[in-house]
């Protein structure tokens, strides 16, 4: 499953050996539709990010205690799937027969196997499409489809994941190949129902330059007539590093063709990814989207390490009841894409899934409305898959998300006595710093002695109104805080109040981060007191400026990313290698993968910021078709230097006013070709302040 970087690497010879064993007659013969073994999407655990080949035997059966014992099994993730790494150095025999690694497995699979059956889970297996060509993948069934078939059911195994790594590396067509793999499932010698997930992450350019027909865009043309699953992307990370763009990208690729999932046949983002480079909120949008995407839900991280809190929310039920609804369709977005998108999902009874999805960088108050997700009447019943709160709207629903969140409401036309309204207490915003507005957009970043104007909307989309609505906003130790805005007596229906106050911190504010937290309370006709509790965090209290002309690059950022791996300090992404641009090397900059943020505080204090950039020499080594970036220089959400596209033989030097800036952010972009190996430098980037 590892991402398989580079153009076509496949050797006649090996590819002229393995169409050898495909006939033309068996390529194009008509198959009948994939039996529907899981109606609704179905769920597990699978080795691969939390513990890539490193697992055993003991390592497999502890696993598959911690699923019953932790209640995920429960709840419904009862697949025990072993990626690649079951298979022996040697993975198949001189007579043929795949070979598990018997230091990891002494006493085989099928031991193994019966164990987890007797946990009342299913077990899962992996292989690939092609065959094996050593050094290119870890195994391949290539030539031995039905041979390997009848393997892994006579070991018991209940699904089968087909890679294509070895399959991409031959040159094969993906539709011929995976069509034959998945008749030899059905004609297994065992009669043994398993499910086929169809796992071609070939995508490009991050695979290199393949026809469509060969990538994973394409497998929704012919997969739902042969597999249970298919995956529409690459993978969603690398193994203990999840990024939550690239999860969004992944959700994205998934929502192409929403058309041809039906009950037994599902699109396949990737798994799940808790704990593994994401942050809990981050983590809940994940399993949000793939709940109403209607998608497997897979857990890739090591279910035994979890927190209580990822626990909870994997195992909980109304969410998992929405992804796992009868009629099995996949949301669809409703109006334009953008930083803040209504996603719907149709369910079973006739109700919707409605998603609010926040993929910004700060909290905000998003709505749509019940006609425009498909519901006609006058009230509405909002239900929360997370927090459980039902409330009753008159058509608009609405919700304060967080940056990189969601909400997940489940509603349906409302019957009997009025419910509590749906009123939205907005998260705290922070409008200005001192006198300087604070960028749309942006986390806010503030320092010890700054005076903040916060505000907090609250609105009333119920049938009823609400009474002496009124907002308390609190801060860290020492802040204090002035109301600025008197409180409404009524807000009815459709009607919205502002909240104004002035928040400051004490000079002695140490670096870190920290929260506004606003308590919202009303009284309502018929269901007494409300109260919400809403907060904005983190807000990033930000260390002392740089001083002197100084290398930026050695002062304390506030925040770094990188698309791959993590941002370096002097040496290119990666680590090992000095700055480097067109034979010039650099004793200071910092290296990174596209797309890429750092962020620093400034304070005002500095005049100007010089340095070059370019795409590091470093970059020949790992991919010769890949490196173009775009870098920007922006102070508090103004542009202030823009590269343009630079390739690798074309740094680019930038001299920038800093004059006045609070917050300056260094980002790069990849130039629109979606490429990871950008290997992209800020050298010698020189701050006077």
């Avoid at 930038?654 to 990849?670: A, H, K, M, N, S």
């Amino acid at each position: 499953m590892r991402r398989f970087l580079g153009g076509v690497i496949a050797a006649a010879l090996v590819a002229g050996a393995f169409a050898a064993t495909t006939t033309p007659a068996v390529a194009a013969q008509a198959t009948a539709a994939a039996p529907v073994l899981s109606p609704t999407p179905y769920m597990g655990w699978n080795t691969y990010y939390g513990l890539g080949g490193d697992f055993t035997e003991d390592t497999i059966k502890s696993v598959a205690d911690s699923l019953v014992s932790r209640g995920l099994a429960k709840a419904g993730y009862d697949i025990v799937w072993l990626d690649g790494g079951w298979q022996a150095d040697q993975s198949r025999s001189a007579a043929g027969d795949l070979v598990p690694n018997p230091a990891k497995f002494p006493n085989g699979l099928k031991p193994l196997v019966d164990y987890i059956h007797s946990k009342g889970l299913k077990a899962g297996i992996y292989t690939d499409a092609g065959p094996y060509i050593p050094g290119k993948c870890g195994l391949g069934s290539g030539g031995y489809y039905q041979h390997d078939a009848d393997t892994f059911a006579a070991w018991g195994f209940d699904a089968v994941k087909v890679d294509y790594l070895c399959g991409i590396a031959a040159n094969l067509d993906p539709k011929t190949v995976y069509t034959e793999f998945a008749q030899a499932l059905r004609n297994n010698s065992s009669h043994r129902p398993m499910i086929f997930n169809l796992c071609n992450p070939v995508t490009s350019p991050d695979w290199g330059n393949y026809p469509e027909s060969q990538q994973s865009i394409n497998s929704w043309s012919y997969a739902p007539a042969i597999a249970q699953s298919w995956r529409t992307y690459t993978d969603v990370g690398f193994q203990g590093d999840i990024k939550f763009k690239d999860v969004l990208r992944n959700y994205d690729a998934n929502a192409r063709h929403p058309e041809v999932v039906k009950p037994g046949a599902f699109g396949d983002p990737d798994y799940l990814a808790p704990e593994l480079g994401m942050t809990d909120e981050e983590f809940r949008t994940q399993l949000t989207l793939w709940a109403v995407a209607a998608a497997p839900l897979v857990v890739g991280s090591d279910v035994r390490k979890l927190s209580a809190t990822t626990v909870g929310m994997l195992t909980d039920p109304d969410v998992i009841a929405i992804n796992q609804d009868k009629a099995a369709v996949q949301a669809v977005r409703v109006g334009a894409a953008g930083t803040t998108e209504t996603w719907v999902k149709r369910l079973a009874d006739g109700s919707r899934a409605v998603v609010l999805l926040n993929r910004g960088d700060s909290a905000k108050t998003l709505t749509t409305t019940a006609s425009a997700v498909g519901l006609q009447g006058a009230r509405f019943t909002v239900k929360n898959a997370w927090t459980n709160k039902v409330t009753e709207s008159a058509g608009v629903i609405s919700a304060a998300v967080p940056a990189h969140g969601t909400a997940l409401f489940r509603v349906e036309p409302a019957r009997g006595v009025p419910g509590v309204p749906h009123v939205t207490a907005g998260i705290p915003q922070v409008t200005k710093v001192g006198t300087d507005p604070q960028p749309e957009g942006a986390a806010p970043v503030v320092a010890g002695g700054d005076e903040l104007t916060v505000q907090v909307n609250v609105r009333n989309d119920g049938v009823l109104p609400v009474l002496q609505p009124t907002v308390t906003v609190a801060g860290g130790n020492g802040w204090t805080v002035k109301p600025l805005s008197k409180a409404p007596a009524i807000l009815a229906s459709g009607q919205q109040a502002n909240f104004a106050f002035t928040v400051k911190l004490p000079a002695s504010a140490a670096p870190g981060t920290a929260s506004i937290t606003a308590q919202t309370a009303y009284q309502t006709v018929l269901h007494g007191v409300q109260k919400q509790t809403t907060v904005l965090s983190p807000i990033v209290i930000a260390p002392a400026p740089p001083s002197g002309t100084v290398p930026l690059s050695h002062h304390d950022w506030i925040t770094a990313t990188s698309g791959w791996m993590s941002p370096t300090i002097d040496e290119s992404v990666g680590g090992g290698n000095p700055i480097k641009l067109t034979g010039t090397t650099y004793p200071t900059g910092i290296g990174v993968a596209s797309p890429s943020l750092i962020r620093y505080y400034l304070g005002k204090s500095c005049s100007r910021l010089t340095g070059v950039v370019g795409i590091d020499d470093v970059v020949s080594n790992v991919d010769t078709a890949g490196g173009t970036s775009t870098f920007q220089v922006v102070g508090d959400g103004k542009v202030l230097f823009d590269s343009g596209t630079v390739d690798r033989f074309t740094p680019k030097q930038f001299d920038v006013d800093l004059t006045g800036v609070r917050v300056l952010d260094l980002l790069v972009g990849d130039a629109g070709d979606g490429g990871y190996n950008d290997r992209a430098d800020w050298a010698a980037p020189t701050a006077t302040c």
